[in-house]
């Protein structure tokens, strides 16, 4: 039987008891989300062996009694240890990097604490999993279906650490990649000559004999970091993993008469949620080296039991019987090879000498054996046709991704992803604070410090102006340099044209963006930058290039587009009342507009106004753009605009009135009455931005409410274990297996939407990339109509998840859940989406 985490904790040891007052100080400082105070303070330690002590707190809010928080805190223990050994910093070096940037089901990690007068030791917060541990490997009390269920889960956990590609997540130093196997041997003779002999446990001469052994037959393949070598745990076993805590009656209730209907079995909700791994614990040893130490020590099992029962026999599945349901050696390995493409501490060290002991008369009856896998593979284990020859393929040198079918990113797009992902976790999530603070306070209208930092820092690691397509950055090269990639006048930055993307390969970078209000203006890729860009890319002149492009690249300066007015519907375009009129070498504009988002910001400097040059032409010849230093006189801006509350400072959204504007004749963009023309190619590109920011918006809520719902109680359980959500849950049959969430939690029913308008927007992208803007314009406009619904429902349940939290500026889903409701308007009126999707279709029809 399993036995949940919560079941493992014990009273506090007095030889590990610290300074409780001190403790809370720091996690009230450091841990993210930790509650205000009043705060009292539980600390209990984990019973199960590790040899890094393990304690439960738990945070009581006096001012919310409801409100009760869990975290787990690992720490050296006290006294002298081994050198080398107890490296809790390591462990948090590698959870981080997991958590924030792959799918390896681990805990999320809040902080490091280095400094030893707080508890006496180094140590670090992580996140609380409630989850169910198997402490004993043969699964005594569970079912042979779900026994083999359980093995299977465990091999793909462990394959899923083994592909990740640790340049990409920050780890290639994490350790020295060859002769791991040596260097273990080495290690582990040593400090067994270390805790033995001359007052402490005898030592057993087979063990010095089966060092000898080991160090004679080092794989030949150790000597070089080739293929096969990779992140190691180091105690990968069945007993350091955390499965999902959902009981299967729990959710047989669930089940809606509709589903029953349609044929979904109820155990099968049971199966996944219980069999699937949330969490690998105890990464002490993990370090880069041959990945098949871990696949051998999973395996350990089949050959030996050091389980602290005395018997007469401790042989393993091989020697004493495999248990009915769990696979064989061969087949467990199989289902590793399919998935991947290729000593502990507490109560256990009282038996240290006698497992010690134990170990080493196995190992040499296994090294003894001829043979250990049998002469044919294994058939029916396993879950998709996968051939054996392909398990011989070399893996991918890539990092997993976590889409799969048409749209497969490229190496390039990955890696920019990867970096990508680490600079939000290390620079932007952790300044967001900060900024809320400053667009909050009297000094709204300013920039933070910070801000142009981060700038510098993303133009240096190479996420600048990334959305820059290739056919524009062409026609900029041509232009300004003759096709080169520097100025005459000296080198320029070849990153600021961007890193030669397509659409749907930025798609996937924007996403990444959108996950927080302030990351798009960080990497020179935010509204309405990027499209007035797109249209002085496109259809400005050299001068014009010059003058007003070449400092929005670099980021020196932002802009606004004006063109909605109050005084008319501005989403028809041909309303538009603002006069442009001729006047020898200037126009001169009369007009008021309202919405100009940016205008604002004391870095705007050039706004492109849209407005009539003739009122007499042609219904779409009336339109024209043109160029306007905001410092013109005659351009007042009369007051920053809120949305739902939010005055977005210090990017804004401004009125602002156009009195006898005089400016050059030059300033016109492409010609009098090209404006929606021009409009056309803004609109496509700049504008499905938006949808690809809000696709991830919406993965932001999924992610904070799924952490949510597995830490908050109500009514005894986590919400996630509560009949409402699960029964929400219950409804998110999208693909043919249920979705997961990173943490192998269920999301809620909107996953199905978010999946289905994420595939949209990257077909749109697809499309605008092949086709170009016009022969995409439906596919645009579904997109358009289908992401910002979306976003609006996830983050709506997102909130209904935090209660009363959701609803305030302590978290960020406010906010994006009122940008997304604006973009059902800014980004132009579902109605009209609606209607080029029908003239569209009609059309296709004739």
Known sequence: MAMLTSNLLNP?????????????????????????????????????????????????????????????????????????????????????????????????????????????????????????????????????????????????????????????????????????????????????????????????????????????????????????????????????????????????????????????????????????????????????????????????????????????????????????????????????????????????????????????????????????????????????EVSWKKLDKKKEDSYPAKEQGKFVPSKKVLELCNKLLMFMENHIYPMENEFYKLAQSTARWTIHPEEEKLKELAKREGLWNLWIPLDSAARARKLLFDGEDHASAGHWNDHLLGAGLSNLEYGYLCEIMGRSVWAPQIFNCGAPDTGNMEVLLRYGTKEQLKEWLIPLLEGKIRSGFAMTEPQVASSDATNIECSITRQGDFYVINGKKWWTSGAMDPRCKILIVMGKTDFTAAKHKQQSMILVDISTPGVQIKRPLLVFGFDDAPHGHAEITFENVRVPVKNILLGEGRGFEIAQGRLGPGRLHHCMRLIGAAERGMQMMVERALRRKVFGKLIAQQGSFLSSIAKSLGRSEWMLETNATYKPRCRVELEQAKLLVLEAADQLDRFGNKKARGTIAMAKVAAPNMALKVLDMAMQVHGAAGLSSDTVLSHLWATARTLRIADGPDEVHLGTIAIDTVTVRK
């Open 12 to 384: 506090e040891n007095s030889a590990h008891r610290f300074d409780d007052a001190a403790l809370l100080r720091y996690a009230a400082a450091n841990v993210e989300g930790f509650p205000p105070p009043p705060v009292d303070l539980t600390v209990s330690r984990f019973g199960h062996g590790q040899s890094n002590p393990t304690f439960c707190l738990e945070a009581v809010s006096r001012v919310f009694p409801g409100a009760v928080k869990r975290y787990v805190l690992r720490k050296k223990p006290p006294g002298v240890i081994l050198e080398s050994a107890h490296a809790v910093e390591r462990e948090f070096q590698v959870l981080k990097a997991l958590h924030v940037h792959t799918d390896v089901p681990v805990p999320k990690v809040f902080c490091l604490c280095t400094d030893t007068s707080i508890i006496g030791t180094s140590f670090y917060i992580m996140e609380y999993l409630e989850g169910r541990i198997f402490l004993d490997n043969k699964l005594p009390g569970i079912t042979p279906e779900r026994r083999k269920a359980i093995y299977q889960a465990t091999a793909r956990a462990l394959a899923s650490l083994h592909k990740v590609n640790v340049d990409f997540i920050g780890l290639q130093k994490f350790g020295r990649r060859e002769n791991y196997c040596k260097r273990q041997v080495q290690r582990w003779e040593k400090q067994y000559l270390a805790s033995t002999g001359e007052g402490k446990p005898d030592q057993n001469p087979r063990m010095l004999d089966l060092a000898g052994w080991l160090k004679q037959h080092i794989p030949h393949e150790d000597s070089s970091a080739a293929s096969g070598t990779g992140l190691v745990h180091g105690d990968f076993r069945i007993d350091n993993l955390v499965f999902h805590p959902v009981e299967v009656s729990s959710c047989w209730f669930s089940m809606s008469e509709g589903m029953m209907e349609s044929g979904i079995v109820p155990h099968r909700i049971g199966k996944g949620l219980q069999d699937r791994v949330i969490g690998i614990l105890d990464w002490e040893l993990s370090t880069l080296g041959n990945q098949m130490c871990d696949v051998a020590y999973s395996s350990l099992p089949y050959i030996v039991d050091v389980t602290l029962v005395d018997r007469e026999s401790y042989g393993g599945f091989e020697v004493n019987g495999t248990p009915e349901g769990i696979p064989s050696l061969a087949e467990y390995l199989a289902v590793y090879c399919s998935a991947s493409g290729n000593a502990s501490g507490g109560e256990r060290a009282r038996y240290a000498g006698k497992v010690a002991n134990i170990l080493i008369d196995y190992a040499w009856a296994f090294i003894n054996k001829k043979s250990v896998l049998p002469s044919q593979p294994p058939q029916g284990i396993l879950d998709s």
